[in-house]
C-alpha cells in the first residue's frame, strides 16, 4: 500500500461514513410525520403532537447543518494538507516528540471545540429555548465551557502525556501500559464521578425524608436492596428534560434522580423508574459495561499499537518521518468501520439490558406506573415516537417507547 492510496483511502472512508449517517438521517425524517401507533395514543394531544413534529425538523435540520459544516472543513483540511503544515509548525517550537504531539493535538482539540461553540450556542439558546426545554442562563453556558475546557486540558492532557511518554519508552508495546492506566482510570470514574466530577457542574444533595423516600425506601426492603444514597441533582438548572440514574458499584453505589423527573413525575412513577434503575444494578449490567469498555478499550490500543509506528501513515497525511500524533489521526479514520462496529455491538447490547431492568421492574412493581411514566417523560422531551428502525438499530442504545410498552404489556 503507497502513502497516496491511503489519502485517498482514508477521505473515502471519510466520504463514506458521512453519506452513511445522511441516509440514515433522512430515513428517519421520512418517519417524522407518521400517525402515532394505537399503544401510545393519548401522549400527545394534537398541538403537542405538532410540536414534536417541529421539533424533530428542527433538530434534523441542525444536524444537518453542524454535520455537513463539520465534513466540509475536515475535507479541506486534509486536501490543503492542514496536518502537515500543523506539524511543522508546531516543530519550530520544540525538538521534544512529547511536547510537539501535545501541541499538535492541544491546538486541534482547541480549534475544533471553537467551531463547536458557536453550534452549542445556538441548539442551546435557539432550538431548545424556542420549545420551552432551555433552563441555561449564558453565565451558566460560559461557566459550563470554561470548566469542560479546564478538565479536558487537566484530566487528556495528562493521560496523552502518559501515553506519550509509554510510547517513546517502550515503543509499540505502549499500550499494555496505555490500557493499564486507562482501566485504572475508568474504574476510578465510575465509582467516584458522581462525587469528583459532577459536583462541579451541578449540586447534588441527599433525598429528604418524606413519603418519596418512604416509598422508595420500602421497596428496597421488599427487594432487599441496600440503597443508601439517593441523590437528588439540580437538571432543572439547564433543562426542563428528566432523568435518573445509577451510578458506582458496591459501597459507592449511588441512585441520582433530577429533581424534574420529581416534579413531572407522581410517587409510584418514580419508583417505578427507580425500579428500572434498581434493575440495572441486580443485573450486573453495570459491571458488564465497566468489562466491555475496558475490554474495547484495549483491543482499540492493540491495534493502535500495532499500526500507528508505521511510517506510511503519516505519509499519507504528507510528513515524511512517523509521527504519533500524525498517526494517531489516520488510524483513528482507518478505526472508524472497527468502531462503527463495536459501538453497534454495544448498542444491540444496551438494548437487551434496558429490556432486562423493565422485566425486573415489572416483577418487582406496578407495570402500569413504569409505563405511564416512561410516557410522561416521553411527552416532556417531545420524543420522537416514530423513529425508523434502521435508525434504531444503528443509533439507540435505548428500545423505542413502543418497543418497551409492547415488551411491559406481553405482545
Known amino acids: 500500500m503507497t502513502a497516496q492510496f491511503l489519502f485517498y483511502l482514508l477521505i473515502g472512508l471519510l466520504i463514506l461514513e458521512f453519506i452513511w449517517d445522511n441516509i440514515l438521517d433522512h430515513l428517519n425524517a421520512r418517519h417524522f410525520n407518521d400517525p402515532i401507533p394505537a399503544e401510545l395514543d393519548g401522549i400527545f394531544d394534537q398541538d403537542e403532537y405538532k410540536k414534536s413534529q417541529l421539533y424533530k425538523a428542527a433538530n434534523h435540520r441542525f444536524s444537518q447543518w453542524h454535520d455537513g459544516f463539520n465534513f466540509v472543513l475536515m475535507l479541506t483540511f486534509f486536501i490543503v494538507g492542514g496536518f502537515a503544515y500543523l506539524d511543522s509548525f508546531v516543530k519550530q517550537f520544540s525538538e521534544n516528540p512529547i511536547v510537539i504531539s501535545l501541541a499538535f493535538i492541544g491546538i486541534l482539540a482547541f480549534v475544533g471545540s471553537l467551531i463547536s461553540l458557536p453550534f452549542a450556542y445556538y441548539d442551546t439558546f435557539v432550538i431548545e429555548e424556542k420549545f420551552g426545554f432551555n433552563k441555561t442562563t449564558r453565565t451558566t ?74 416509598a422508595i425506601n420500602q421497596f428496597a426492603q421488599k427487594t432487599g436492596f441496600k440503597l443508601d444514597n439517593i441523590y437528588v441533582i439540580d437538571g432543572s438548572k439547564r433543562s426542563t428534560k428528566a432523568n435518573a440514574y445509577f451510578t458506582g458499584f458496591g459501597p459507592k453505589k ?158
Open 141 to 214: 453556558f460560559w461557566l459550563d465551557q470554561i470548566k469542560g475546557a479546564f478538565m479536558s486540558v487537566i484530566i487528556g492532557g495528562l493521560l496523552l502525556w502518559a501515553i506519550l511518554w509509554f510510547y517513546h519508552r517502550v515503543g509499540s508495546d505502549f499500550w499494555w501500559y496505555a490500557w493499564i492506566l486507562f482501566t485504572v482510570f475508568t474504574i476510578l470514574m465510575t465509582l467516584f464521578y458522581s462525587n469528583l466530577i459532577v459536583p462541579l457542574f451541578n449540586k447534588q444533595k441527599p433525598l429528604d425524608e418524606g413519603e418519596l423516600k418512604d
Open 254 to 411: 449511588r441512585v441520582v434522580l433530577y429533581d424534574t423527573l420529581i416534579h413531572d413525575l407522581n410517587i409510584n412513577e418514580i419508583v417505578a423508574v427507580l425500579a428500572h434503575e434498581i434493575g440495572h444494578y441486580q443485573k450486573k449490567h453495570v459491571f458488564y459495561n465497566l468489562i466491555m469498555s475496558i475490554l474495547l478499550t484495549g483491543l482499540t490500543l492493540y491495534i493502535l499499537g500495532y499500526f500507528v509506528s508505521n511510517p506510511i501513515l503519516s505519509q499519507a497525511l504528507g510528513v515524511a518521518q512517523s509521527e504519533f500524533h500524525i498517526g494517531i489521526i489516520a488510524f483513528g479514520i482507518l478505526y472508524s468501520p472497527i468502531s462503527e462496529i463495536t459501538g453497534l455491538g454495544m448498542n444491540i447490547l444496551s438494548r437487551k439490558f434496558e429490556y432486562q431492568a423493565d422485566a425486573y421492574a415489572k416483577t418487582h412493581y406496578h407495570v402500569s406506573d413504569l409505563i405511564s411514566g416512561l410516557k410522561k417523560l416521553s411527552k416532556k422531551s417531545l420524543s420522537n415516537l416514530t423513529p425508523h428502525p434502521w435508525y434504531v438499530f444503528w443509533h439507540y442504545s435505548h428500545p423505542t417507547l413502543l418497543q418497551r410498552i409492547r415488551k411491559l404489556s406481553g405482545f
